[in-house]
């Protein structure tokens, strides 16, 4: 079922939210621990900005037990619907479930989602990356183990810590010093000596015990409970911009109208005062429009010959300051609609 609807789902990114190892009478259970858990995904930067841009669902599965597999041995691992069990891999705190099960429950929804599959377990644990991000809904640190997981997931992002493998193909790992970066024009160049969003100094390049450099003294990618640093934001905006665009359909649609129709673009909203910058133009030239709203164009005040086509634009372009790639932000951050007003 729908638990918050944005927008059309053709343009927003659905979180599907799945429960393992949860009976019938821990439905209610599955409900409260899938609530806490978006609700502290959102908590966090730039998902508390951009909170719009997501669209949540639950899927509630009855499973015939209670509880997942937490053993090494897996004993239990085939009895619940996801099968889900911690020791993926060998490793105690990996949680893991059954890819292909939680796709089918979740089922094929319009335009992009990301599945996220709560275990009914107290232990720490979770996993993110994959098809699938993992966390154990009753766990203490559920809130911050999600805010980490889907930094894999959505942001493609590596974990930070020393005992991580050192493999530096992410946006916020590297095998080069700062140096290096600034000269070479690689990894977040763009970025170095800003200051940390946490106010935990400055990004640079910070040697992990593996030998891997990091953009911060900290963030959440390393410690939970932490924030995000700019070259992670960064990463996460842009795979959201990959996926969907800044603007829903204007009315009327783009192309030729007839008469003097008001024109109105639908930017995504963002929470807080920062809005998404519009701006129209008439035949090339800019125009303000009438209004304290910006999304709209009342085209009856415009100076229009009789007989004559005019072009109208709209931009709709997002200026977050969280971004510094320009060519990216002109590529996917910015939309363009035209109508042409016919004489």
């Known amino acids: 079922m729908d638990i918050r609807r944005t927008g059309e789902p053709a343009n927003r990114i659905t979180l599907v939210l799945i429960g393992d190892g949860y009976t019938a009478d821990q439905q209610e259970l599955f409900q409260e621990q899938a609530d806490r858990a978006w609700r502290a995904l959102l908590e966090i930067e730039p998902f508390r900005s951009y909170q719009s841009y997501f669209n949540i669902r639950r899927v509630d599965v009855v499973s015939p037990v209670a509880g997942i597999a937490e053993s090494e041995n897996h004993s239990r691992r085939a009895t619940t619907p996801l099968g889900m069990h911690f020791w993926c891999e060998g490793t105690a705190r990996l949680l893991c479930a059954d890819e292909p099960a939680t796709a089918r429950y979740a089922g094929n929804g319009e335009g992009p989602q990301y599945l996220i599959a709560l275990a009914n377990s107290s232990e720490y644990g979770g996993a993110g990356g994959t098809g699938v991000t993992t966390l ?11 805010q980490h997981e889907i930094g894999h997931t959505v942001g493609d992002l590596g974990d930070e810590y020393d005992s991580a493998p050192d493999d530096a193909d992410y946006p916020n790992l590297s095998t080069v010093n700062a140096d290096e970066m600034a000269r070479a024009h690689v990894k977040w160049w763009r970025w170095l000596g800003a200051q940390s969003p946490d106010g935990g100094g400055t ?7 593996n030998g891997i450099y990091r953009p911060t003294v ?27 665009g800044p ?18 673009v639908r930017p ?28 709209w164009l009342d085209t009856a005040t415009l100076p229009i010959r009789p007989g004559k086509d005019v072009k109208v634009t709209a931009t709709v372009r997002d200026t977050t300051d969280w971004v510094r790639d320009e060519t990216f932000r002109s590529q996917h951050m910015t939309k363009t609609v035209t109508w042409t007003l016919k004489g």
Do not use: C, F, K
Not at 203 to 208: E, F, L, P, Q, W
Not at 218 to 224: A, G, Q
């Open 136 to 146: 154990a809904g009753g766990s203490p640190d559920a809130g911050r183990i999600i």
């Open 203 to 209: 990004v640079g390049a910070y040697r992990s015990a």
């Open 218 to 244: 900290d963030s959440v990618m390393r410690t939970l409970g932490g924030s995000y640093n700019l070259p992670s934001r960064e990463a996460i905006l842009e795979q959201l911009y990959r996926r969907i």
């Open 247 to 264: 603007m829903d359909p204007p009315e009327p649609a783009a192309g030729a109208v007839t008469g003097r129709p008001r024109l109105h």
């Open 268 to 295: 995504l909203p963002l929470t807080g005062t920062r809005q998404l910058q519009v701006q129209w133009r008439v035949d090339g030239v800019l125009t303000a429009p009438q209004g304290p709203d910006p999304s």
